[in-house]
């Protein structure tokens, strides 16, 4: 299994990215996807997650209304719309699957909010 992040960046507050997840090595289309994101010195947690069929979705409170996560299966590729940023958003954002028993990690992708 193997999960690549792309996309993260330096942005303003107020502004958007969009991190992308190619993953590969398992048969994408029938499993669950998530992202997660950890801020220095905090623990790592879920933001969104997304089923497979792609019509099904969860946020956190936090993100809610600003982040939007959707999937290409075709593509094996899972994508997280990031809006409205704000300084708090400053995180490694970790692409993730849950693949029989095992949890797989991408590398993360950092974005970070500043003025």
């Known amino acids: 299994v193997q999960l690549v992040e792309s996309g993260g960046g330096l942005v303003q507050p107020g502004g958007s990215l969009t991190l992308s997840c190619a993953a590969s090595?398992?048969?994408?289309?029938?499993?669950?996807m998530y992202w997660y994101r950890q801020a220095p010195g905090k623990a790592r947690n879920v933001v969104t997650s997304?089923?497979?069929?792609?019509?099904?979705?969860y946020y956190a409170d936090s993100v809610k209304g600003r982040f939007t996560i959707s999937r290409d299966n075709d593509k094996n590729t899972v994508y997280l719309q990031v809006n409205s940023l704000k300084f708090e958003d400053t995180a490694v954002y970790y692409c993730?699957?849950?693949?029989?028993?095992?949890?797989?990690w991408g590398q993360g992708t950092q974005v970070t909010v500043s003025s």
């Open positions: 993730s699957a849950l693949v029989g028993r095992s949890r797989y």
């Open positions: 090595g398992f048969t994408f289309s029938e499993y669950g």
């Open positions: 997304i089923n497979s069929r792609g019509d099904s979705t």
